[in-house]
């Protein structure tokens, strides 16, 4: 499992890999994903590793109407499935039901 800060403005600041490094780790294996907003609250969960759509959201959460700054994104290989759709369950079920974990 891998997680970090995503913030694509100062990624493009720094030289970064922006959104290429989600297509070089979906092709080692990493396919389960979980976006979270800077203020710990869960946006998306997916199975299958959509660069682009993970781009959309980091763009939407930079734009100045949203009051997110940065994703922060937990992506699961696909030898851990069974973990992240455990993960993926319960994220939601904090989400559905208001609760703090």
């Excluded at 800077?38 to 734009?63: D, K, V, Y």
Aim: charged share 20%; aromatic share 10%.
């Amino acid at each position: 499992m891998l997680f970090w800060e995503l913030d694509l403005i100062a990624d493009a600041a720094q030289g970064g890999p922006g959104t290429a490094v989600f297509r070089a780790l979906a092709a080692i294996g990493y396919k389960g994903i979980l976006a979270y907003g800077n203020f710990g609250t869960l946006m998306c969960g997916s199975r299958i590793l959509h660069p682009e759509t993970i781009s959309g959201l980091a763009r939407h959460a930079a734009s100045p109407q949203c009051k997110i700054y940065y994703l922060d994104v937990c992506l699961f290989h696909r030898d851990d499935r069974d973990l992240f759709e455990q993960t993926r369950s319960l994220e939601y079920s904090v989400v559905r039901d208001g609760r703090a974990v």
